[in-house]
């Protein structure tokens, strides 16, 4: 609806409606749906990367150790044991289906709520009227600046929710005391902190608890670690899952959950689907889904497949979404030339972008360092069934492909907001019966 008002009203005036316009909509929602989340406990997650992870990793712990918990996240959302995709294309929901979830929630019987809370949802006045009891952060790198104006308006955003955390007594922060940029987030007088990370380089501020992570082991079937002198052991791979588990441990803890317990649920815990997903085939080639669209995750990606100590690494790159950060493509391009022996790259949602100066712009980077050649170690291949094609055919028994961008995503978006059916687990395993 708003979007067709900006196309009728001068720019200025529509500036002035927006704020106005997404209080009212969060306040209706609200008001609409009972309040709900006044009768749960709700934790925010939120941060550049892992949050999805991290939401996800945070309610299984919980549902595992008794508790009642529900989940809105960019993959998944849950009420209880039910759980199933998100298919919106949004991080954080709208007010009134977000709304709409959380008394559903209720009505089931939860006493917890996961959000994952975007900096785009805070812009929009999303968490308006939610009552966050907790407030997670995973992380912070330079993400959505053309949307936000900057990193400093970025960073600031995603501070507003702690500040809304510091205003509840009793409220919970968690931190990543590794993150440069944590000191802006602990400056709100939350009540009750709980840090972690491998180097705590933050020490000036009071915690309730540091969580020290040691003596990581990584292996291809899982990962072991110690927060303290407490061992940890769960399924997900890679050790960017460490940090994410260990803000997960931090938030469980907070809500009172024993440690034994947290560790038996991260013994069983799963990823999200599309979350560095392996796929399991016959032919010897590890293959991995994964949603990495920026530039951190990417590169994380791209180190984690080494755990599996492949020949060769295949990655497939999609276009980071039309219209959105162009300036991260020659960086994702650069990325694949660093980690990849063989380069694929494709489209993923270029909406109304041409998808070929996409390409291009990610080849910029790719064919920097000039010892990439297009039909050898480099391909240009615009769809994105037919790159996989071309992984899996170029792959021998050994090698890795990496498939990133879309993770567990339904649909790809093109001109005119048109939308095709498409899934990149369910495409890899059609094409793999085919060989």
Known sequence: MFSHLKKLIPQSLYRRLQLPYHFALAFLGALLYGFPSKRLTVIGVTGTKGKTTTSYLIYQLLQKSGYKAGLASTVLFAIDCKEWLNETKQTMLGRFALQKLLRDMVRAGCTHAII????????????????????????LTPEHLERHGGFDNYRAAKVKLFKKVAKKKGGVGVYNLDDKNVEYFLQPRISRKYG????????????????????????????????????????LIGEFNVMNAAAAICAAISQN???????????????????????????????????????????????????????????????????????????????????????????????????????????????????????????????????????????????????????????????????????????????????
């Open 116 to 139: 994952e809370t975007s900096s785009e949802g805070i812009l929009q006045y999303r968490h308006r009227f939610i009552d966050y009891d907790a407030a997670v952060l995973t992380n």
């Open 196 to 235: 972690y990370g491998i180097q705590l380089l933050i020490t000036s501020y009071e915690l309730r608890m540091k969580c020290r992570i040691s003596n990581t082991k990584l292996s291809p079937k899982g990962t072991e670690f110690f927060i303290n002198d407490d061992r940890f052991e769960m399924p």
């Open 257 to 435: 959950v024993p440690i034994e317990r947290i560790k038996s649920a991260l013994r069983e815990a799963k990823a999200p689907p599309g979350r560095f997903e392996l796929i399991s085939n016959n032919r010897g080639i590890t293959i991995i889904v994964d949603y990495s669209y920026e530039t951190a995750s990417f590169e994380k990606a791209l180190q984690a497949i080494r755990i599996f100590n492949p020949s060769r690494v295949i990655a497939i790159i999609g276009g980071t979404g039309g219209g959105r950060d162009k300036w991260r493509r020659p960086i994702l391009g650069e990325l694949a030339d660093q980690y990849a022996d063989i380069a694929i790259v494709t489209t993923d949602d270029p909406y109304d972008e041409n998808p070929e100066a996409i390409i291009d712009e990610i080849l910029e980077g790719a064919k920097k360092r000039g010892d990439r050649v297009i039909g050898d170690n480099l391909f240009r291949i615009i769809d994105r069934r037919d790159a996989i094609k071309k992984a899996l055919v170029l792959a021998g028994r050994g090698d890795a492909i990496l498939l990133a961008g879309m993770g567990a995503e339904r649909s790809i978006t093109i001109a005119g907001g048109k939308t095709m059916p498409w899934n990149d687990r369910e495409v890899v395993e059609g094409e793999l019966q085919k060989l």
